[in-house]
């Protein structure tokens, strides 16, 4: 086969032409997580709150799912980067039957965990009816985000990005059509409320899944997949966890924190709780376009980390931190200057506005520091340390924001307990540059 476009193409041109398309559909993705809540706010403030307390499980179900897909993503970008194509299609393999375990987990939370999660949290019962009729539905149908995730990281690993650009639009474009007519019963439909929001997204979901794996089949002639006789591999999961779980378990403590923070907040009123879930909606429009540039970046490195070009692997990771950064200081930018705006996107009452506004202000202060960390945690995640983000996510979420956030709160003042997000970032950028040093002496300098 000839040499794929990641070892040749000039390194500037590379990274765009492989993260621009996952950029433009997560910033449909975030788009459409925005609308989900604008909607939701227009039933009530209970509503928004009930769907903002649904974070720390669906951020789980995207962390098993996007976890999984990473360390596959990365395993495969190294494979063919070694030209072992035996290896590739296994892989591929082994990845659709860990699809089928993740779904299968969170049938089961579905079925049977969704109310004691709502009421560890609240004993307000509208925000729990309303948090159990969104939740049991997108972890029953969840079959689609995990179908989407795996196929669309399949096609990023060989450099067709923009396949995930058709397949993450079209799902979001989907959702956000079908969320006001759901919610609010347009053209006969029946008016499903919260509901709604939820059969919305999973139909956008189910409907990417289904486009991902079409266009893996079709056009990714890089991966055979033949499930005929197939059995699992435990060396090769063990492989996909060894990078996988590492992110797996750096997403998935943001389910923690969140859980720890709505816990805290709602000690103060379910208003600042209703505030944390927009800030949260808001901030993946800043956030999910880095964390794409950041999904096209990790093959690049991982290709050329097989292949053994130092430079490529040196000269992408610099342009990465350059380009992340700047998305981050645009975000910045917004979040100090029309916060208010902002916030009247999800009907937001006076007493939400001043509780809201400083919020933003002070949490965005951290966003510099944290793109500089998402830029070295995709070099981390490609080059077989991804334990490296795991140890600074743990640290700044658990070991430093959750307490912090903590002893803030017992000020009586929600407003200092927004400081923890810049303390727990300026910890966690210390601790990324330490890692750096390391893995500079220990792997990249003697690539090649």
């Given at each position: 086969?000839?040499?794929?476009?990641?070892?040749?193409?000039?390194?500037?041109?590379?990274?765009?032409?492989?993260?621009?398309?996952?950029?433009?559909?997560m910033?449909?993705?975030?788009?459409?997580?925005?609308?989900?809540?604008?909607?939701?706010?227009?039933?009530?403030?209970?509503?928004l709150?009930?769907?903002?307390?649904?974070?720390?499980?669906?951020?789980?179900?995207?962390?098993?799912?996007?976890?999984?897909?990473?360390?596959?993503?990365?395993?495969?970008?190294?494979?063919?980067?070694?030209?072992?194509?035996?290896?590739?299609n296994?892989?591929?393999?082994?990845?659709?039957?860990?699809?089928?375990?993740?779904?299968?987990?969170?049938?089961?939370?579905?079925?049977?965990?969704?109310?004691?999660?709502?009421?560890?949290?609240?004993?307000?019962?509208?925000?729990i009816?309303?948090?159990?009729?969104?939740?049991?539905?997108?972890?029953?149908?969840?079959?689609g985000?995990?179908?989407?995730?795996?196929?669309?990281?399949?096609?990023?690993?060989?450099?067709?990005?923009?396949?995930?650009?058709?397949?993450?639009?079209?799902?979001?474009?989907?959702?956000?059509?079908?969320?006001?007519?759901?919610?609010?019963?347009?053209?006969?439909?029946?008016?499903?409320g919260?509901?709604?929001?939820?059969?919305?997204?999973?139909?956008?979901?189910?409907?990417?899944?289904?486009?991902?794996?079409?266009i893996?089949?079709?056009?990714?002639?890089?991966?055979?997949i033949?499930?005929?006789?197939?059995?699992?591999?435990?060396?090769?999961?063990?492989?996909?966890?060894?990078?996988?779980?590492?992110?797996?378990?750096?997403?998935?403590?943001?389910?923690?924190?969140?859980?720890?923070?709505n816990?805290?907040?709602?000690?103060?009123?379910?208003?600042?709780?209703?505030?944390?879930?927009?800030?949260?909606?808001?901030?993946?429009?800043v956030?999910?376009p880095?964390f794409?540039?950041?999904?096209?970046?990790?093959?690049?490195?991982?290709?050329?980390?097989?292949?053994?070009?130092?430079?490529r692997?040196?000269?992408?990771?610099?342009?990465?931190?350059?380009?992340?950064m700047?998305?981050?200081?645009?975000?910045?930018?917004?979040?100090?200057?029309?916060?208010?705006?902002?916030?009247?996107?999800?009907?937001?009452?006076?007493?939400?506005?001043?509780?809201?506004?400083?919020?933003?202000?002070?949490?965005?202060?951290?966003?510099?520091?944290?793109?500089f960390?998402?830029?070295?945690?995709?070099?981390?995640?490609?080059?077989?340390?991804?334990?490296?983000?795991?140890?600074?996510?743990?640290?700044?979420?658990?070991?430093v924001?959750?307490?912090?956030?903590?002893?803030?709160?017992?000020?009586?003042?929600?407003?200092?307990?927004?400081?923890?997000f810049?303390?727990a970032?300026?910890?966690?950028?210390?601790?990324?540059v330490?890692?750096?040093?390391?893995?500079n002496?220990?792997?990249?300098?003697?690539?090649?």
């Amino acid at each position: 086969m000839k040499e794929n476009k990641m070892g040749t193409m000039p390194i500037d041109k590379l990274i765009v032409s492989m993260s621009l398309p996952i950029m433009i559909s997560m910033l449909v993705q975030a788009l459409y997580n925005i609308v989900d809540s604008i909607f939701v706010a227009k039933i009530s403030e209970d509503a928004l709150t009930a769907v903002s307390m649904a974070f720390p499980i669906q951020n789980l179900m995207i962390a098993v799912g996007a976890g999984t897909a990473v360390g596959v993503n990365a395993l495969l970008a190294r494979s063919l980067g070694e030209k072992d194509f035996d290896r590739v299609n296994r892989i591929a393999e082994n990845a659709v039957f860990l699809v089928v375990l993740s779904y299968a987990a969170f049938l089961l939370i579905g079925l049977f965990l969704v109310e004691p999660f709502y009421r560890s949290q609240t004993d307000i019962e509208s925000i729990i009816t309303y948090g159990k009729d969104y939740m049991v539905v997108v972890c029953c149908f969840s079959f689609g985000i995990f179908t989407q995730l795996m196929f669309e990281r399949m096609l990023q690993a060989t450099g067709k990005t923009v396949y995930t650009m058709f397949t993450q639009g079209v799902g979001a474009i989907i959702n956000i059509i079908l969320d006001p007519i759901f919610i609010f019963g347009l053209f006969g439909m029946p008016k499903l409320g919260v509901t709604g929001a939820a059969v919305a997204t999973v139909i956008g979901q189910i409907v990417a899944g289904i486009m991902a794996a079409a266009i893996n089949q079709l056009k990714n002639h890089e991966v055979n997949i033949n499930m005929l006789g197939f059995r699992p591999s435990g060396s090769i999961i063990g492989m996909i966890y060894g990078i996988g779980v590492p992110s797996i378990v750096m997403q998935a403590i943001g389910s923690i924190m969140n859980y720890g923070m709505n816990v805290i907040l709602i000690s103060f009123s379910s208003t600042a709780t209703a505030v944390f879930g927009v800030y949260f909606k808001l901030q993946s429009f800043v956030f999910m376009p880095a964390f794409g540039f950041n999904n096209g970046v990790i093959p690049v490195i991982a290709y050329n980390y097989g292949a053994g070009s130092r430079d490529r692997v040196v000269k992408t990771m610099k342009h990465s931190v350059v380009y992340i950064m700047g998305l981050l200081l645009v975000g910045l930018v917004v979040f100090q200057t029309i916060p208010e705006p902002l916030l009247r996107l999800f009907e937001a009452s006076d007493n939400m506005i001043a509780l809201g506004v400083p919020a933003l202000r002070i949490i965005s202060l951290s966003f510099i520091f944290a793109g500089f960390c998402i830029a070295c945690g995709s070099a981390f995640q490609a080059l077989g340390k991804a334990v490296y983000s795991m140890i600074v996510s743990v640290a700044r979420q658990l070991i430093v924001l959750l307490p912090v956030a903590y002893m803030l709160a017992q000020l009586g003042n929600v407003n200092y307990v927004w400081w923890a997000f810049p303390i727990a970032e300026l910890m966690s950028l210390a601790m990324t540059v330490l890692f750096l040093i390391i893995l500079n002496k220990k792997v990249i300098s003697k690539i090649g």
